[in-house]
């Protein structure tokens, strides 16, 4: 009984600690997750990377496309629970356990997120910083300041970012 209750604040405490770094676990509904891929409109072979990756339905749906998917996931549960069910796909996605904050952005295409308010402009920060090509980023439910999304739908926000010419 003790160890089932010691198991319970653990998986407890690894699905609260995340607020810290950005949004707690909150997946992406079905219909959103197709909406989203549709806005995004990657190609087969084209690379999506997901920053908070929960449980990866995204990266899974965006492999059935044929599209290669890299997540960051800070919640070892979800990390682990992830690789499982993408077995099938494991040629094309990787799961990386980690703050996408401390990751530089893999050289990718495509950019899905289901962040806070409070952490849109240090995001827009960070893509504006780190890529080095251009890249369509989906954003769910919060929109990145200072910047007109491209095009919306149902709660879905689609913005294009360019490489600055400043050597990096
Ligand atoms: C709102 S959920 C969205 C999950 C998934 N993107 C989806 O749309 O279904 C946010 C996810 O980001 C993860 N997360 C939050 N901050 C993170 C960080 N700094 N680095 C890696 N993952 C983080 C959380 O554990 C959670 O799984």
Not at 33 to 40: F, I, K, W
Not at 140 to 160: H, R, S, T
Request: proline residues 5%.
């Amino acid at each position: 009984m003790n160890w089932l209750f010691l198991a319970g604040v653990v998986v407890i405490l690894l699905f609260s600690f995340v607020i810290v770094f950005g949004a707690p676990f909150l997946p992406t509904l079905k219909a959103r997750t197709d909406e989203a891929l549709e806005l995004l409109d990657l190609k087969p072979g084209q690379t999506l990377t997901e920053l908070g990756s929960g449980d990866g339905r995204i990266l899974r749906a965006a492999a059935e496309r044929g599209i290669y998917a890299i997540g960051y996931e800070l919640n070892p549960l979800l990390v682990v629970w992830s690789k499982l069910i993408h077995w099938r796909h494991r040629r094309l996605i990787t799961v990386h356990w980690g703050n996408y904050w401390r990751h530089k952005l893999p050289i990718t295409d495509g950019i899905y997120v289901f962040l806070l308010n409070p952490f849109m402009e240090k995001l827009d920060k960070k893509i504006t910083q780190e890529i080095t090509q251009k890249v369509k980023v989906v954003s769910f439910a919060f929109a990145i300041p200072g910047k007109k999304p491209i095009k919306e739908m149902n709660g879905l926000m689609l913005y294009v970012y360019m490489p600055d010419t400043a050597v990096k």
